[in-house]
């Protein structure tokens, strides 16, 4: 069955092409001693397009014997224009000088790669590197598909490339001399390190500052950090070469899941950077919806072919931030003058980085790796954007340290105020006392003498009232006595003064005598009051 499969699908390439496809004769490639590099471009290849991406180096050979079908590119890139098709390159190389060469492929991405030379007996040697093997297993230890070339001084090899990716892919190889490598290469990983080194420095600094100031953006900072890490890493090679190269199943999301971080800590980091909480709740519901509409789009992600550029939509979102920044800044948030300076330039980066994806523009060194040169410029002016806020942050606990100086001065004042009308009042009051303890103790004096008086007084009526008790004795008993006797005899008179006519003298006698008696016992009481 496989058999008849692979020969209907060779029959197939066949019948398809056979009528359109014209005989080409490309250029020989030379190596020289001064060579550095040569790319295989039009000029030196001619390509196949096996659409039913089945054939073996056999069929194609032995099509090639039976009918030229190799054709020329006439496209400045030569890409996998159809993701379903395999495609095949013929090139020849002749080498003149004593030199080491290596083959090259700048797009690192490329699914499966497979390098066909002929060896002593005639036959072909396949060599195998892709995003789909793992990363040991290549043959060139390098995040660039690589192999070595080794052709006899002064002869000419033939060599097949089969190409099959399910994303669209420069299919341009390059050959080097091994020092050119080896010095592009030492460049370039160090241009790595110094990028990397930024970037992990950034999340080290920024979540020391997490972690002493409890500042939510300075984390959502080091989540975009690492977020933009990933996907860089995931972009240019060095992720599958240094941390996942054991599992290159992950080179088909890993990308999807690093921009996503990155994507979505920035829009948190705008919510919070901005203070878009209290100075903005509108912005803010916008940017929460935009992070749910990015959930959905990783979703998507997940489940629509890779070929689709996904990118469009991020940077739509970094639209957004850069126009919320711009906004915050018209309405007077100062540290925001930096953040959209730093949100422009990652802008500028992704469009030339989604176009160059495109391939709209051609691929260099400014466009292949321009995202990288955003990133570190957009990551030094929001670390100034961040230090203006910590310096504005710091100039508003200043004012209000002011503030607080002067409401404690101005309450200080008052206070002093108040106590110094307090002690005033207290004066007064301990004065008005004192006056009053005095006047108190005058009376006490005056009572206390008094008191004496009254004793001496009381004493002396005592004794005046003793005497006249006494008085009162003496005339009681004067009237017992005294007063008794010519009343008794007056009573006698009376009895006797029917009979005796003299007896009334006599009454009259005894009572001239009571009335003397009488007056001297009321002038004795007189006298003693």
Known sequence: MRVFVHSFSFLFSFIFLSNSLVVSASETAILEKNTTDVYISRQYADYFEDVS??????DIV???NKSSFFKASTASDFINTNLGSAYWLRFRIKNTSDKAFRLEL?????DEVSLFSRNEKGGFIERKAGFVYPFSKREVQHKNISFSIAIPKNETSTFYMRFYSKRHNVLEP???STEEVLNYSISEYILFGIYYGLLLLMIFYNLLYFIFLRKLHYLFYVLYVCGIL???MSRNGTGFQYVWGHFPQINSYIDNVGLFVGISSMLFFAIYFLELKTRNLFLRNVLLSAF???IILL???MHVPVHFQWEIFDLLFVQLVLFVGYLEYKRGYRPAKWYVMAYAILDIAFIITWLEQLTWLESGILTVYSLNIGTVLQFVFLSISIGESIKETYNQRNEAQQLLLQEYKRNNDLQEQVNKELEQKVKERTLELEERNDVVLKQKVEIDAINDNLEVMVRKRTKQLEDKNSR???YAFSNSHIVRGPLARILGLVSIAEHEPKVIELIEKNAKELDIVIKEMTQILAEEE
Do not use: T
């Open 472 to 474: 009162i004795k003496e």
């Open 174 to 176: 390059v050959i080097r």
């Open 230 to 232: 990933i996907y860089q």
């Open 292 to 294: 749910g509409l990015r």
């Open 53 to 58: 991406a089945a054939l073996f180096i056999s």
């Open 106 to 110: 700048f797009d690192f991405d490329i």
């Open 62 to 64: 032995q099509f090639e």
């Open 299 to 301: 979703v998507f992600e």
